[in-house]
């Protein structure tokens, strides 16, 4: 298995420009979950999808972030407008069920000038 | 909101030497997960541990889970640079799976 999967693993833009961040998870995971990681402020979970349905959303910042699952091999996580304050690693993990495992891919650092 | 505090944030040994890595809390957490992540990557899960007082042990890596599982405990035996990243240690709260992590150790060993 491939593992999860994540693009791009680098980007650049400038403030006010809307970002995109993918995932692939791994076949047959029903859990997706994206995190944000900084140094001030560690490893946090943003939002998980169960079979694609947004289930906790609650660690989502603000109204600029959004995130998508349109079906059970793809997600996304918007920022629009960026800020310099959204720099960090985007990380995204897959789980079987809830409480197994999460594997996760390997990040997405994003730098908002 | 259950926080954990990893310590110490910083380690630097040499190589073959011992060290133990602290994550602690004030909750109690239903179980506990540590996790290694080596730069550029995501983190790779080493161990869960779930019962109070509860030792595992893979390879020369030995974790605890406190008897009040406020707490655990990473012990490295003879450090390799291979050893070397960030551990981040990652519990549960009752009737939840979702995770909350600490900020994490970075460990460098030194050859």
């Known amino acids: 298995d491939a593992g999860v999967i994540q693009s791009p693993r680098h980007e650049v833009t400038e403030m006010g420009q809307e970002v995109t961040l993918r995932c692939k998870p791994i076949s047959g995971h029903d859990y997706l979950f994206w995190y944000r990681q900084t140094m001030m402020r560690g490893l946090e979970l943003l939002i998980y999808?169960?079979?694609?349905?947004?289930?906790?959303d609650s660690g989502m910042p603000e109204d600029r972030f959004s995130a998508k699952m349109p079906n059970a091999s793809f997600s996304t996580l918007k920022i629009q407008p960026s800020e310099p304050r959204d720099s960090a690693v985007y990380f995204c993990a897959s789980s079987g069920l809830w409480g197994e495992t999460q594997y996760f891919g390997p990040g997405t650092r994003l730098l908002v000038l | 909101t259950q926080l954990l505090e990893q310590s110490p944030q910083f380690l630097s040994i040499q190589e073959g030497e011992n060290l133990t890595v602290y994550c602690n809390s004030s909750s109690v957490f239903s179980s506990l997960q540590w996790y290694r992540q080596e730069p550029g990557e995501g983190p790779v899960l080493l161990v869960t541990v779930v019962t109070g007082g509860e030792v595992k042990k893979l390879k020369r890596l030995t974790f605890q889970f406190g008897d009040a599982r406020k707490d655990s405990s990473l012990h490295i035996t003879a450090a390799q640079p291979g050893d070397t990243g960030l551990y981040l240690c990652a519990g549960t709260g009752a009737g939840s799976y979702q995770l909350t992590f600490g900020k994490g150790t970075k460990l460098s060993v030194i050859p």
């Open positions: 999808f169960n079979n694609n349905v947004p289930i906790d």
